[in-house]
């Protein structure tokens, strides 16, 4: 019994090569039965052995920005997606954004015909897939996109917060007209369920933000969470779900109120991901809720600063590999 994680990795000219190479390396040694030592002994020690990991790219790309033998690696295995050009570190190259496309097509097929059972995601870098003529905002849209379902809710989670976003990427200006009460009831049915269902909470928590300062003052400073924030909280409650709010999200997340919830629900995506990657960045996690699978990533983007520097933190991506493990059963 195994199960098979997919991890695409990434824009090649950003830090996602050298941090799967270097992933690689380290679930290998856990793997072959090296002690799990910090997050890695999170999991059950069997759990390593029982897991494969994929990794999904250009196979020269990854020994070359890896710098270490990738062959041979006990437990990992490699699913080819050749470069359409030659890489450098740091620049990007609209050329291969089809390339990068290619890897996420590749990793969800792998889902599809049951190959894999879970996708771990390193960085993309959203414009250059534009640039090559793709409209894309981000892994979780064309997931969802992908996957045939109506609604999936971004999350990410670190240092002891989760954060759940009811708008992801989208221009500012349309937030406002983007948050209805429909979506509202589903991001908070999916959230639900999913943090009973993968984070096994029993009777999980959620606060929910407003969109206004102060949640709107009364009235005073915009009407969306009387007109329709409140509303589908008071539905979310009538359903069974412990969501309270709407709260103001600048004191929501004062470190002793915050502690009261499992979960919470931000309403657009600077609203909540500031704080946690503020209390956690290179150590949390993005996960993807709401798909038929799971879907893990980092917490970082390409970083092309840093790209074939090797300076890069693999750790925001380790503990993605260990969320998708924890959440996903053997095949
Ligand atoms: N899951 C994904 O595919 C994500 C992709 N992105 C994309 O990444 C691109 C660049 O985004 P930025 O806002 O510049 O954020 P970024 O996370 O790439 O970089 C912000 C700062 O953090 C540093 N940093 C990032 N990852 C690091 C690591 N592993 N170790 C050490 N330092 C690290 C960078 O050097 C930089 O100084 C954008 O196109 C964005 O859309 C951003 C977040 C997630
Ligand atoms: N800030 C999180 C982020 O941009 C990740 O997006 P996605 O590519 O995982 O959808």
Redesign the pocket.
């Not at 970082?300 to 970083?303: C, F, K, L, Q, V």
């Not at 300076?311 to 693999?314: G, I, N, Q, S, V």
């Given at each position: 019994m195994v199960r098979r994680l997919a991890l695409t990795t990434?824009e090649p000219a950003g830090?996602g090569p050298e941090?799967s190479a270097s992933v690689a390396v380290w679930f290998s040694a856990l793997h072959a039965g090296a002690a799990p030592a910090g997050p890695a002994a999170e999991v059950d020690p069997s759990a390593w052995r029982d897991t494969e990991l994929v990794l999904v790219g250009d196979s020269q790309l990854l020994a070359a920005r890896g710098g270490a033998e990738l062959s041979g690696l006990a437990g990992v295995a490699f699913e080819a997606v050749p470069l359409r050009v030659a890489s450098v570190p740091g620049r990007l190259d609209a050329a291969n954004g089809r390339y990068v496309l290619d890897t996420l097509d590749r990793a969800i097929g792998m889902v599809e015909r049951g190959q894999a059972q879970a996708i771990v995601?390193a960085?993309?870098?959203?414009?250059v897939i534009n640039d090559a003529g793709v409209p894309f905002s981000g892994?979780t849209e064309y997931l969802q996109e992908r996957a045939g379902v109506d609604q999936v809710v971004m999350m990410l989670a670190g240092g002891g917060l989760r954060v759940a976003l009811a708008t992801t990427h989208l221009p500012l200006r349309a937030v406002p007209d983007a948050i209805t009460g429909p979506l509202l009831d589903r991001t908070l049915r999916i959230l639900d369920a999913d943090l009973r269902a993968r984070f096994l909470l029993a009777a999980p928590r959620i606060a929910v933000c407003g969109l206004n300062p102060h949640a709107g003052e009364g009235g005073y400073l915009g009407r969306e969470e009387i007109d329709v924030i409140a509303p589908a909280i008071g539905r979310a409650r009538a359903a069974g779900i412990d969501a309270h709010g709407p709260l103001p999200a600048d004191t929501l997340f004062v470190p002793d109120h915050v502690a009261q919830y499992d979960a919470v629900l931000s309403m657009f995506h600077d609203q909540g991901l500031p704080v946690l990657k503020h209390a956690s960045f290179?150590r949390g996690i993005?996960v993807t809720l709401g798909l038929p699978y799971v879907r893990t990533?980092?917490d970082?983007?390409?970083?092309l600063?840093?790209a074939g520097t090797g300076?890069?933190?693999?750790g925001?991506l380790q503990q993605a590999v260990i969320e998708a493990i924890r959440m996903t059963p053997t095949a």
């Open positions: 990434g830090i941090l995601t960085p993309v870098q959203k414009s892994h290179g993005n990533s980092v970082h983007g390409t970083a600063d840093l300076r890069a933190d693999p925001s």
